[in-house]
């Protein structure tokens, strides 16, 4: 999405007026100087950044007894971060709500000052968390991709991976480009980034759909004008020189090819047609079509070309499956502009008719699956997303706050195809509230084998019990029908129904696709007073016979069966 960013400035003097509403923020876990001093002192100076802990630890303790909020007392192990969540966690008059806009404003600033300071070579990034508290390093993502976490997400996006693409989740980013370390030295658009880690980055952390916007400007390079991701304005401003489409498709053309099955989405904002880019560039989609086809041709869903595509004018390809594409052999669907083509062909799909979004604070306080801020027709026939802005400039004009983790789980229940959030973090605790299938905290465990699913009372996917006759009662799921009711419209609640041992006419076993037909199985199950009901699925663990390795991490794959 566009706005016109510049660099922000601000005292950090303010950070320590009380004012803000309160707010469910993502998971905070401060880094402190004595993580700094370790980090920095490997192999070396052990006692010393123990006795470092020790001291920070006693002192966040005594503040705690005082009373004193926990973002607040974080500040005495040296996070300054700690201000702007005390910030976020107060409420006092006469500020009320709209504190939350000056809370988010001094948020991104300590972040971008974060982010400047991991751009000098030789950094520690331990360091540059002090400010902002988010450790932005690859240690972080290695971590991530050992973690259950990944593992979940891993299996519910397989969950999904048969049915049309408007009855599946997409985990996504809002301008997904746009990190301060994408450019070096860093950009004007950059210095208030929508993100803290590269494109392929995000990719590593489960995100499957993109957004890039993309504009005709000058390079840097050769001066020639070109296709380039910029987070502009009208005109263009706030462009300078930012990565050209170019690099940024060349770089995530290596991803696709180590993980070719894997299927992205592509939001592509198309900003070409400013009123200086005629006189600048009469050819600009033709070159930057060229460009796209060079380095994703092979790899396109293209329009019209496959079953299912509808023609680029007709809208998105709502009734293609993950599955669909994966055996046609490809990898990736854009949306965006019928302009951009090659030789003829079109390389995207348009909206024309399937997509509907929302951002800038319209998903506060919304609630499965009653209140999911699109209607039932779009959320059952349409693409529909939520963006937020985590800039300073969103801040400015008018933005309160990002979606706290309780509205992104919000999301998820009602099945949003494109939730895309702004600063995502490996464990912020919003990719987490993404989940609304398997519990990462409860995974089978390594032993080889497949172990029976059940829907417990939460509503996640867990173990069945091994000991006992296991359960009588199965989901069962009509075998028409979807979370509309036929000729009335409103909301299914008969597509699930509760068996004892066996489903009734016109029911099978199943189990849950997206979030929203986990909310009406959840209803049936508190309609027939059961708690826990078996799920037709299981998993199958292929491990080392031994079951689990020496050092208890379970890295055997996991796989769906049925």
């Known amino acids: 999405m566009r706005h016109l960013p510049f660099l922000p400035f601000i005292l950090l003097s303010v950070l320590a007026l009380p004012v803000a509403a309160a707010h469910d923020d993502y998971q905070y876990d401060p880094v402190t100087v004595d993580e700094v001093c370790t980090a920095g002192n490997p192999g070396g100076g052990e006692e010393f950044c123990a006795a470092l802990a020790e001291a920070n630890a006693a002192v966040a303790a005594g503040c705690a007894e005082q009373g004193g909020d926990a973002g607040f007392c974080s500040v005495f192990g040296g996070n300054v971060h700690g201000l702007v969540q005390t910030c976020y966690h107060q409420a006092v008059p006469p500020f009320g709500n709209e504190g939350r806009r000056f809370c988010k404003f001094a948020d991104t600033f300590v972040s971008a000052v974060s982010a400047y300071c991991r751009q000098v070579p030789g950094t520690l990034p331990e360091l540059c968390a002090l400010a902002s508290s988010d450790l932005v390093a690859e240690s972080q993502l290695l971590r991530y991709e050992e973690s259950d976490l990944h593992a979940a997400h891993v299996l519910q996006r397989e969950l999904s991976a048969d049915q049309p693409m408007r009855h599946a989740m997409y985990v996504s980013t809002h301008n997904s480009f746009n990190a301060t370390a994408a450019n070096s030295p860093p950009t004007l658009s950059g210095s208030d980034a929508n993100q803290r880690y590269l494109v392929v980055e995000q990719l590593r952390m489960d995100v499957r759909g993109l957004e890039l916007d993309v504009h005709w400007m000058p390079s840097p390079v ?15 401003a706030g462009c300078s020189f930012e990565k050209s489409l170019l690099q940024e498709l ?20 198309n900003n070409m047609g400013q009123p200086l880019d005629g006189p600048t560039g009469a050819s600009r989609y033709a070159e930057a079509s060229a460009e796209i086809f060079s380095v994703l041709g092979d790899r396109l869903y293209l329009p019209g070309k496959h079953p299912a595509a509808p023609a680029c004018g007709q809208g998105q390809p709502l009734e293609v499956s993950v599955n669909a594409v994966r055996a046609a052999g490809r990898q990736v669907i854009v949306y965006g502009s019928c302009s951009y083509e090659h030789e003829g062909q079109a390389l995207m799909f348009d909206r024309t008719g399937t997509h509907v ?35 300073m400039v969103g801040a400015v004009t008018g933005v309160q706050r990002q979606a706290s983790v309780a509205e992104v789980r919000e999301m998820a229940r009602c099945n949003i195809n494109m939730p895309s959030l ?20 409860a995974l089978p465990g390594s032993v080889p084998g497949k172990v029976q699913m059940v829907h417990n009372e939460a509503g996640r996917f867990v173990e069945r019990a091994a000991q006992g006759r296991g359960l009588d009662k199965i989901a069962c799921r009509s075998q028409g029908g979807g979370i509309r009711e036929a000729g009335t419209g409103s909301l299914n609640q008969t597509l699930w129904t509760v068996g004892d041992n066996a489903c009734p006419s016109g029911y099978l076993p199943g189990v849950p696709r997206n979030g929203f037909e986990n909310e009406l199985l959840r209803m049936a199950k508190a309609a027939s007073g059961v708690a826990e009901v078996r799920l037709d699925l299981c998993l199958r663990r292929d491990g080392p016979a031994g079951g689990v390795p020496a050092d208890g991490k379970r890295r055997a794959p996991v796989q769906l069966c049925r």
């Open 250 to 269: 060349q770089e995530l053309r290596v991803w696709l090819d180590a993980h070719p099955g894997e299927v992205i989405v592509i939001d592509l904002e």
């Open 422 to 441: 702004d600063h995502l973090l490996p464990f912020d605790g919003r990719l987490a509230a993404l989940l609304w299938s398997f519990d990462p905290e």
């Open 222 to 236: 050769d001066g020639r004008f070109r296709a380039t991701v910029c987070h502009g304005n009208a005109q263009h």
């Open 357 to 391: 979004q929302t951002g800038a604070g319209s998903y506060i306080d919304m609630q499965a699956p009653d209140d999911c801020r699109f209607t039932l027709e779009e959320l059952d026939t349409r693409w529909v997303r939520f963006y937020e802005d985590g800039t």
